[in-house]
């Protein structure tokens, strides 16, 4: 039997057969010979045929299959060297990057794409099973993830990495073991070691004449010591700073500083109180275009919590204060199992119903058919 040629044929043929050459291997092949050689010699003969077929096919006829493409937008648009708010990919992946975040764009080929988190918190939607790698750098630590949904925040002095769906692999050399998976609703915390002080010598001083009298100095407001702790990710001091002032201070705090002051309750896991300023911003700046994912932000940490009333609120608030569109999807579906669990069915079948309607092919799509259907 002949030996099949790999493909394609200019790896293997330095220089193709010329027509002479292969005319002679056909007179060869079909001088008289023993009958038990007419197979080979026609073996022969229907090899050197296709070989010259192939070394001669038009180089257009030859197809390969193409590389997967590097990521873009939903839109078709080049992905952006810096990510701001939320933004949609063409696979169906989210990054959600809050105000006072930066996010960066490293690398972004057809194997993998390289993301920096130079600071503040950022949200990662990425669909499970695509062909290329996903990798956040922030810092302290690296995050690699095939298809998982994770939230990162990073300060100056530590970075915490939190995982809601599937799961990632974070690495760095404070990391314990040099490495670590979290799995769905575990959270690591990766902290810079404290710097060592060097040893002081102070040199003897001589006596100090009086001092004069100086002229008084303008003073500065001093900044609150809870901001000051969630800058160096001290989420734990930050917390404590607040104290049971939290209610005032998130009276007298701007949207950023509300955003910052969730964050610190959050990631000093008091969740409840986290959803204290998300309210105020809502409630205070609600013509801020950041009310909207405020009040997402706010249903999903009620709903964790079983609250589903709240939950319920704050999903119909983020969807009448028009929710980026790569969040309008979720905060249908989960305001559908809001009112399922609190026993609204003709309620969560009506959201559910809207869901199938507007994303017929979205991620919740049996999950929104199963309620549409619940007698």
């Known amino acids: 039997m002949a030996k099949r040629l790999p493909l394609p044929v200019k790896r293997v043929l330095r220089d193709p057969f010329e027509d002479h050459e292969v005319a002679a291997m056909v007179r060869r092949a079909s001088a008289p010979r023993p009958r038990r050689r007419v197979a080979a010699a026609s073996a022969v003969v229907v090899a050197a045929i296709a070989l010259l077929a192939i070394v001669t096919m038009p180089r257009g006829e030859v197809h390969e299959a193409r590389a997967p493409l590097p990521l873009r937008l939903e839109g078709g648009g080049p992905l952006p060297a810096l990510l701001a708010g939320v933004t949609r990919l063409d696979d169906g992946s989210i990054i959600t990057v809050e105000a006072s975040a930066r996010l960066r764009r490293l690398q972004n080929d057809d194997r993998d794409l390289v993301l920096l988190l130079e600071r503040g918190t950022a949200r990662f939607d990425v669909v499970p099973g695509g062909p290329r790698r996903w990798t956040i750098e922030c810092g302290l630590a690296t995050v690699v993830v095939v298809g998982t949904r994770f939230t990162i925040a990073r300060a100056e002095e530590r970075v915490v990495v939190e995982v809601e769906r599937g799961a990632v692999l974070v690495r760095g050399e404070h990391v314990p073991d040099r490495a670590r998976t979290l799995g769905a609703g575990e959270r690591i915390e990766v902290a810079a070691p404290a710097p060592i002080p060097p040893p002081r010598f102070e040199p003897e001083r001589e006596a100090a004449p009086p001092p004069e009298a100086a002229a008084p100095r303008a003073t500065t407001p001093a900044r609150p010591r809870w901001r000051e702790a969630a800058e160096r990710g001290a989420w734990d001091d930050a917390y404590a700073a607040i104290g049971e002032r939290l209610?005032?201070?998130?009276?007298?705090?701007?949207?950023?500083?509300?955003?910052?002051?969730?964050?610190?309750?959050?990631?000093?896991?008091?969740?409840?109180?986290?959803?204290?300023?998300?309210?105020?911003?809502?409630?205070?700046?609600?013509?801020?275009?950041?009310?909207?994912?405020?009040?997402?932000?706010?249903?999903?940490?009620?709903?964790?919590?079983?609250?589903?009333?709240?939950?319920?609120?704050?999903?119909?608030?983020?969807?009448?204060?028009?929710?980026?569109?790569?969040?309008?999807?979720?905060?249908l579906a989960r305001l559908a199992h809001a009112r399922r669990a609190l026993g609204d069915l003709d309620g969560a079948r009506a959201v559910a119903a809207q869901y199938v309607v507007e994303y017929p092919s979205g991620r919740e799509i049996d999950a929104m058919r199963r309620i549409g259907t619940t007698e």
């Open 247 to 331: 209610e005032s201070t998130c009276e007298r705090a701007s949207v950023d500083d509300l955003f910052l002051i969730a964050d610190v309750a959050r990631l000093s896991g008091h969740t409840a109180d986290a959803m204290v300023p998300l309210e105020h911003v809502v409630r205070r700046h609600r013509r801020d275009p950041r009310a909207a994912l405020a009040a997402f932000t706010l249903g999903r940490l009620a709903a964790n919590l079983g609250q589903y009333e709240r939950a319920e609120r704050a999903f119909e608030t983020a969807l009448a204060l028009d929710v980026p569109d790569a969040l309008r999807a979720d905060a």
